[in-house]
T-cell receptor, first 113, second 113 residues
Framework: DAMVIQNPRYQVTQFGKPVTLSCSQTLNHNVMYWYQQKSSQAPKLLFHYYDKDFNNEADTPDNFQSRRPNTSFCFLDIRSPGLGDAAMYLC????????????FGQGTRLTVV | AQSVTQLGSHVSVSEGALVLLRCNYSSSVPPYLFWYVQYPNQGLQLLLKYTTGATLVKGINGFEAEFKKSETSFHLTKPSAHMSDAAEYFCAVSVGSARQLTFGSGTQLTVLP
């Protein structure tokens, strides 16, 4: 029944060691988003894909990259994680256009040691 | 540009009492407005949305919200709180063809027995 699936749910990585978080969807939605949510804060959009078009938020650090090899999958790559990158990372999807809402995955909680 | 302000980062109510969570928005175009709920270490679940049409919208779990353009508000209410309503609630506005979300800072709802 799961529609937006994030793996893993919990990820521990070492300071400076590249890490990849994954997201898959069964909804065939056009848009996939990555949000970062730090403790007790609101989710903040990092970037999104509308089909194959990549859209980066202006204040997203270069340390964060994303790939979308096909409609179903989207990856978040953190090239050199710092302690400040510890957060919950939320993937979401939507059809895009009017009258649509975003569907969220369960999130991946990233710990940097 | 768009923004969302949630008044009250923490709200406590007694079980059975009225729940009122406040949200005001700012948007240069007609907004789409959403309320999401987040339980600890989980993703976000949509409670309800306003896009066009009827200004009083009903959502899941007995929640409803009223879009008031003159007051730029979209407050969330529930007539009778249940213990299971204890969670973090986020108001959000979406714009653009990709409908990316801008969230308020969140309100933590505590339900007292």
């Amino acid at each position: 029944d799961a529609m937006v699936i994030q793996n893993p749910r919990y990820q521990v990585t070492q300071f400076g060691k590249p890490v990849t978080l994954s997201c898959s969807q069964t909804l065939n939605h056009n848009v996939m988003y990555w949000y970062q949510q730090k403790s007790s804060q609101a989710p903040k959009l990092l970037f999104h894909y509308y089909d194959k078009d990549f859209n980066n938020e202006a204040d997203t650090p270069d340390n964060f990259q994303s790939r979308r090899p096909n409609t179903s999958f989207c990856f978040l790559d953190i090239r050199s994680p710092g302690l400040g990158d510890a957060a919950m990372y939320l993937c979401a999807t939507s059809r895009g256009g009017t009258n649509t809402e975003a569907f969220f995955g369960q999130g991946t909680r990233l710990t940097v040691v | 540009a768009q923004s969302v302000t949630q008044l009250g980062s923490h709200v406590s109510v007694s079980e059975g009492a009225l729940v009122l969570l406040r949200c005001n928005y700012s948007s240069s175009v007609p907004p789409y407005l959403f309320w999401y709920v987040q339980y600890p270490n989980q993703g976000l679940q949509l409670l309800l949305k306003y896009t066009t049409g009827a200004t009083l919208v009903k959502g899941i779990n007995g929640f409803e919200a009223e879009f008031k353009k003159s007051e730029t508000s979209f407050h969330l209410t529930k007539p009778s709180a249940h213990m299971s309503d204890a969670a973090e609630y986020f108001c959000a506005v979406s714009v653009g063809s990709a409908r990316q979300l801008t969230f308020g800072s969140g309100t933590q709802l505590t339900v007292l027995p």
